[in-house]
């Protein structure tokens, strides 16, 4: 009888350990597993409910998100002030690059990469330092290219519309611009004053707002060529935008000029080489003008048209001392709509390749200026294709240069007013619908809109909806995205601009401050103000200021250079 009752007790605790296991098990499958409780259907948006695809494993964990904080932490502090002089500058302009932008573009490159999209870095997303830069015109709460580009190459905040000029000039008014002391001088010309080798590189017509800014003084940025400017304007002197960049300084000493625009430089005939008509009524053939004036300097130089011109120019040895590239009449072609056109990401390097050779280094421009094309035409997908683009270009910049001696910054001029909003799950399509909500009226929204802007959003049948549209299911190139407020444009956006930097006194863009400080730290860092840092003095003064060389130092290498010569003779 004991022994059946010990047999008995021994069963009932293998029972006991066995739901004891299962239990166990049961808890770390819930553990690694998704909540599939039944949930009562939200009543308000603030209650969505997710529905990712899928979580990574890794990120489900708290060790893994201190993990990625203590990595970062790390690489901060091996971080070192690099108070270097600044030999080379390059400032890419992102035209339009808003922060929401910045976010869609790089989470449709990871979800184009086949991840899932948020948690992806942009080339320029990796530079140590950002900061913010105020985007106002002096007379403007939200501002347009004009008065930005004076504002961030020539240091000076300026009127709507308004390019290379201080605000004592009234817009379209010739007498204005004519005055010098009303001048407002780029960092590309005190780039050339100080011997350095300038060029720019744009996706938009090269007499554009944002490039003019470079060289150009002109109370009226749609003065691009003489058959936009007023008669009473020309009688009066006052040049076009085109003809100021092959005629007038700084323009006509840039080593490296590419972009569109080939019609504001042609006379109004149809060219039979290019098959081209330009713009001008003055007669005037400008890219010949360009030729003429490189030959009277006795300098070489080389005029293209397409992208496998343009190649081999890059390809061969005996690169010319000047590049001018014309690749379209108008503005250049959407990158995924170009034919025959470099991308930007190609042009950047010719330019860097042109620009590397200068001894006492360069400043570069280059403008991703599509971006804020397709964002006045609310065509979503194209504006964060250019970003994309325009990211590979700063890539190929930073791969191409030193940052021990190249300061790199990447800004945008203004916003534009795209939102990403709504409660999408992670890694839902960044382009596409709402996954987890309709709107109150039951129809699905999408993830982009626009508070302003060409799509019709509202009919006489309410709010339109976008899922019945094929051309938003076919992801057409021109398709527009929902706006709020019906116009013939979308606007730009007030808010302020990110600004990143990489290379000698980066630490300088921290912060929030007006964008027309930007040029002043760029050409702090490049010794090209008079605000001089002691890398400056020690880099002008070394072979020549006995402050920085003793004379007995400089007697010693005289005279190894005599005895070496007197070595050389004897022998």
Not at 363 to 375: K, P, Q, S, Y
């Amino acid at each position: 009888m004991a022994v059946v009752q010990l047999v008995r007790t021994r069963e009932r605790g293998r029972t006991a350990m066995m739901v004891r296991l299962i239990a166990i098990l049961f808890v770390i499958t819930c553990a690694g597993a998704e909540d599939v409780v039944s949930t009562p259907k939200p009543k308000k948006i603030l209650d969505t409910l997710m529905n990712p695809a899928y979580i990574p494993l890794e990120e489900k964990h708290g060790s893994f998100w201190k993990k990625s904080a203590t990595d970062a932490l790390k690489s901060k502090l091996k971080e070192t002030v690099n108070i270097n002089k600044a030999k080379n500058g390059i400032l890419f302009i992102g035209d339009g690059m808003s922060v929401a932008t910045i976010m869609a573009a790089r989470t449709l490159a990871g979800q184009v990469e086949r991840g899932l999209g948020e948690d992806n870095v942009l080339a320029f997303e990796k530079f140590p330092i950002a900061g913010l830069a105020r985007t106002y015109c002096i007379d403007a709460q939200v501002p347009d290219s004009a008065c930005t580009a004076t504002s961030y190459l020539s240091g000076v905040k300026t009127k709507y519309g308004v390019i290379g000029l201080d605000g004592n000039v009234t817009r379209g008014s010739c007498l204005s611009q004519l005055h010098k002391g009303n001048w407002s001088p780029s960092i590309g010309q005190w780039a050339l004053e100080n011997g350095l080798d300038v060029g720019l590189v744009t996706t938009t017509r090269v007499t554009h707002a944002s490039p003019a800014g470079m060289y150009a003084h002109t109370s009226e940025r749609n003065w691009e060529s003489d058959a936009d400017v007023p008669e009473e304007c020309l009688s009066l002197g006052c040049q076009d935008i085109a003809y100021q960049l092959v005629t007038g300084n700084p323009g006509r000493h840039f080593k490296v000029i590419m972009g569109g625009g080939r019609r504001e430089f042609l006379p109004n005939v149809t060219s039979p080489l290019t098959n081209s008509t330009g713009r001008r009524l003055d007669g005037v053939d400008l890219t010949e003008l360009w030729h003429q004036d490189k030959m009277e300097r006795n300098a070489t130089h080389q005029y293209v048209t397409e992208r496998n011109e343009l190649m081999k120019v890059f390809e061969s040895d005996d690169l010319p001392e000047y590049l001018l590239g014309l690749f379209q009449d108008d503005h250049m072609d959407y990158h995924l709509q170009a034919k025959d056109q470099p991308t930007l990401e190609e042009m950047v390097e010719v330019a860097i390749k042109v620009l590397s050779r200068s001894p006492k280094g360069f400043f570069l421009f280059v403008e991703g200026g599509r971006i804020d094309h397709a964002h006045h035409d609310s065509y979503a997908y194209l504006a964060l294709d250019e970003t994309i683009e325009y990211s590979k270009a700063v890539q190929k910049a930073k791969s191409l240069t030193n940052e021990t001696d190249t300061l790199i910054v990447v800004s945008s001029d203004h916003a534009h007013t795209m939102t990403v909003a709504g409660y999408p799950s992670r890694g839902n399509d960044i382009l596409g619908l709402v996954d987890t909500a309709h709107g109150s009226d039951g129809k699905p929204y999408t993830t982009i809109s626009y508070a302003n802007g060409k799509a019709t959003s509202i009919n006489d049948k309410g709010r339109v909806d976008v899922s019945l549209d094929s051309d938003f299911h076919n992801r057409k190139l021109d398709y527009s995205y929902p706006s709020l407020v019906p116009l013939d444009s979308e606007t730009h956006g007030g808010e302020d601009v990110a600004v990143f930097a990489s290379g000698p006194w980066q630490h300088l863009f921290t912060s929030s401050y007006e964008q027309s400080a930007i040029p002043h730290f760029m050409s702090f860092a490049m010794c090209l103000n008079d605000i001089k840092h002691e890398q400056c003095k020690r880099h002008r003064t070394l072979w020549t200021s006995s402050s920085t060389m003793n004379k007995p130092i400089k007697y010693y290498i005289l005279s190894l250079l005599a005895v070496i010569l007197i070595s050389i003779s004897y022998f």
